[in-house]
């Protein structure tokens, strides 16, 4: 994979050293392993689910931490999948082996839960934009309405 230089895009800018930062772990992701497969869905307008497919792992091999904007997903090896079977085992397919997954998360994804069912790990995560920052309409007010004073009538206002 070629190397970009993004430095012209950031020569003007300031506070995008996250965006760098970003764009250099979507790269070293895109070159990295590719286990375990794994499926993001968008299930609603502001919220997704990951699935991670993890046969062999059972709840306590597996730890998902968020934090930093980053969802860190690690499973270390099952017991069996390490050579503790006593050669009962003739041929291993199911991968077992430890793994740590990062995935990095826009601004104000939280992480509702996480269920393991059926050797497939799911992460429910949902956005939830604090109110202040959520755009708001600003009322545009008229201005006041001034009232006219007619020639016939100002030597009365005068007057009185």
């Known amino acids: 994979m070629n190397a970009f230089d993004f430095s012209p895009l950031f020569r003007s800018a300031i506070g995008f050293d996250r965006m760098a930062r970003l764009v250099e772990n979507a790269r070293a992701a895109a070159e990295g392993p590719s286990y375990p497969p794994y499926n993001i869905e968008k299930t ?3 919220s997704y689910v990951l699935t991670m497919a993890v046969a062999g792992f059972g709840p306590d091999d597996i730890e998902v931490t968020a934090h930093d904007n980053t969802l860190t997903v690690a499973g270390k090896a099952a017991p069996a999948a390490t050579g503790q079977d006593n050669g ?4 291993r397919g199911i991968a077992g082996r430890a793994f740590e997954r990062r995935f990095v998360l826009a601004d104000h994804i939280v992480i509702e839960g996480a269920q393991l069912e059926h ?3 799911h ?3 949902k956005r939830q934009v604090p109110e ?4 708001r309409r600003i009322e545009i007010q008229a201005p006041r309405p001034t009232q006219r004073v007619l020639e016939n009538e100002a030597p009365q206002a005068q007057a009185a």
Do not use: Q
């Open 44 to 46: 609603g307008e502001d």
């Open 119 to 121: 050797g497939l790990l």
């Open 88 to 91: 009962r085992v003739l041929y």
């Open 132 to 135: 202040a920052l959520k755009p």
């Open 123 to 125: 992460v429910a995560l």
